[in-house]
């Protein structure tokens, strides 16, 4: 029998939400335990194999179209070429593994111990972990055997693996897409949520013709149809063409190329590529480390049920990230790891989910914040918006990117702010803005009166408030 080993605070999972409450809980004077199974790592989907490696791919497709055309500019045009090879080394080698290593380096900065295995819970109070490797016939190693004051889970989300599109060979998922040899002639997306919409966007800009195969009526589901609209007008720039309202059937592969059949009004169509990416979704890791040996409630979408801090139903267990409902963010996941080390130490911390901003590195990008109008509508707030284009600012023409707008959502009696949304040139670096304004409940007039820098992309957030107020400048 495996001798039993007492830690303080134990965190299962090294992704955005363990690690960050690995490092908050230290902070405020625990003796913190990270367990992490290596796969995919330190850092977690989103630092080695999601947000992070795809916004490197983003970014190398829009310098090989700057590179090729830039004649608005009066820059003549070139014969650009990619070398993917060279590309997708700068990705993982300069952008990811530099990331994960400074993850492991500030988690020894905080005197984690870092314990490389699989976490396999056996009730409400024990967990082992399990050795990594393959492992011998008849193993009679159990592991380590670890008791908690307190188990934080973070064990994240994988992707959803629909019939018939098994993710082997050329039927990929996004992980899988983000680390191709090649640079696709042809690529079949399925699903056009962010995760679709983005990397189709991506290899669209590097040179593929990409085929976006969507089940509901629209793109971008969660988005308002205004803001979609001006993404879809850029795709059809790109020559990506999107089906909607399609169900994909069966998928057959070959060595060179894969053939999707879907569905669409009844009718059987089939389409070849040289991959088929499947991105319909993710689903929450809690099926696959004994959670179900606890006595941890689930909701009905098999996430774990919690409170505004992070607690479960059972004393000193804590779960945050991806296996909790709301967003699977990456952002989510930080700011619900510091409110349940805090909670653990005796703070008055709580989550806030609907301040949460959505950001979708489209082309142009978007982001929200807050409540749109319809949600307002439902929840019995009466709200009112303005809207300012980017046409009418200046940094977004000089930039040749004026597609889009700025919104705010405010209540009509008192005009504060209760949702934002962006959709046009560095949406993503303005969510942060739009997310302060929201959480501190700003009036449009506190939005009005804040000096914006001439000429920035942050202007039009205050045209937005000016028109609120009545008083508009530009427009």
């Known amino acids: 029998m495996a001798e039993v080993e007492q830690k303080d605070t134990v965190v299962v999972g090294g992704g955005p939400g363990g690690y960050v409450a690995a490092i908050r809980a230290s902070e405020l004077g625990q003796k913190v335990t990270l367990i992490e199974k290596g796969d995919p790592g330190l850092g977690g989907v989103c630092l080695n194999v999601g947000c992070v490696p795809s916004k490197a791919l983003i970014a190398a497709g829009h310098r090989l179209q700057e590179a090729k055309d830039s004649s608005t500019y009066g820059v003549s045009k070139t014969d650009a070429t990619i070398d993917f090879k060279k590309t997708q080394e700068w990705k ?112 669209a800009n590097l040179g593929s013709h990409v085929t976006i195969l969507e089940g509901l009526p629209s793109i971008l589901n969660g988005f308002d149809d205004d803001m979609v609209k001006v993404v879809e007008k850029n795709m059809k720039k790109k020559d990506i063409d999107i089906i909607t309202g399609a169900m994909a059937k069966n998928s057959e592969q070959d060595d060179s190329s894969v053939t999707v059949t879907y569905e669409v009004d009844g009718k059987e169509q089939t389409i070849k590529a040289d991959y088929c990416m499947v991105s319909v979704g993710r689903k929450p890791n809690t099926d696959n480390f004994g959670l179900d040996m606890t006595s941890v409630e689930l909701n009905d979408h098999h996430q774990v049920i919690v409170d505004q801090q992070g607690r479960t139903n059972v004393d000193g267990i804590w779960a945050i990230g991806d296996i909790v409902p709301g967003p699977a963010l990456a952002h989510k996941a930080f700011f619900e790891a510091k409110t349940a080390a805090g909670a653990i130490a005796g703070k008055n911390t709580a989550n806030d989910w609907v301040g949460v901003p959505a950001v979708c590195f489209t082309d142009p990008e978007m982001a929200e914040v807050g409540l749109n109008k319809e ?101």
Not at 387 to 416: C, H, M, W
Request: charged share 25%; hydrophobic share 40%.
């Open 375 to 475: 949600q307002a509508k439902e929840k019995g707030i009466e709200v009112a918006t303005a809207q300012f284009p980017f046409a009418g600012n200046a940094r977004a023409v000089s930039l040749d990117s004026p597609d889009g707008f700025v919104r705010l959502i405010y209540t009509k009696d008192e005009k504060n702010v209760v949702g934002a949304q962006i959709v046009g040139p560095g949406a993503s670096d303005m969510a942060g803005e739009l997310s302060l304004i929201v959480n501190c409940g700003m009036n449009v007039e506190d939005v009005d009166l804040t000096i914006h820098p001439h000429p920035t992309l942050n202007e039009p957030i205050q045209e937005a408030a000016d028109i609120a107020m009545g008083f508009p400048t530009h427009i």
């Open 92 to 203: 993982d080698k300069k952008v990811v593994d530099r990331m994960t290593r400074g993850v492991e380096m500030l988690l020894k900065k905080h005197k984690v111990e870092i314990i490389n295995g699989e976490a396999i819970l056996d009730n409400d109070h024990q967990l082992r972990v399990i050795k990594l490797g393959p492992k011998q016939f008849m193993d009679n190693d159990t592991g380590r055997t670890i008791t908690w004051k307190n188990l934080i889970l973070a064990t994240g989300s994988r992707p959803v693996e629909i019939p018939h599109f098994k993710f082997e060979g050329r039927v990929i998922d996004s992980t899988g897409c983000l680390n191709l040899p090649e640079i696709p002639k042809e690529l079949i997306v399925i699903g056009g949520g962010y995760i679709g919409s983005e990397l189709a966007g991506a290899y």
